[in-house]
Nanobody, 126 residues
Framework: QVQLQESGPGLVKPSQTLFLACTVS??????????WAWIRQPPGKGLEWMGV???????YYSPSLKSHTCIARDTAKNQFTLQLLSVTPEGTAVYYC??????????????????WGQGTQVTVSS
């Protein structure tokens, strides 16, 4: 059974870099060839797809976030990570990581993903 767990700071100041990690456990065999995505939900708003990294390391980003977002993987730690540069208060959200068997750019519907983390709250405030 694959499990995803997000981790990172709960509070970040504006203009700082937000760094989140998603630790993957139980992934082996076919699940090792999944696509790993980051999705967030600001308070009172819908889910926003941020980007995805493939099992080969290829990355795809939301056009609106591409200039200040970086998704990477750390295979030694069984993690994939999210860096969001120069965060603003609009970056306050619950951040989720998710995994899918196929590449589905821009998707936020939970049923399209095979696995979904519990989410971690990030507040951007001075």
């Amino acid at each position: 059974q694959v499990q995803l767990q997000e981790s990172g700071p709960g509070l970040v100041k504006p203009s700082q870099t937000l760094f989140l990690a998603c630790t993957v456990s139980g992934a082996s065999g076919p699940t090792a060839f999944y696509y790993w995505a980051w999705i967030r939900q600001p308070p009172g708003k819908g889910l926003e797809w941020m980007g995805v990294i493939s099992y080969t390391g290829s990355t795809y980003y939301s056009p609106s976030l591409k200039s200040h977002t970086c998704i990477a993987r750390d295979t030694a730690k069984n993690q994939f990570t999210l860096q969001l540069l120069s965060v603003t208060p609009e970056g306050t959200a619950v951040y989720y990581c998710a995994a899918s068997q196929t590449l589905i750019l821009g998707a936020t519907e939970k049923y399209l993903y095979d696995y979904w983390g519990q989410g971690t709250q990030v507040t951007v405030s001075s």
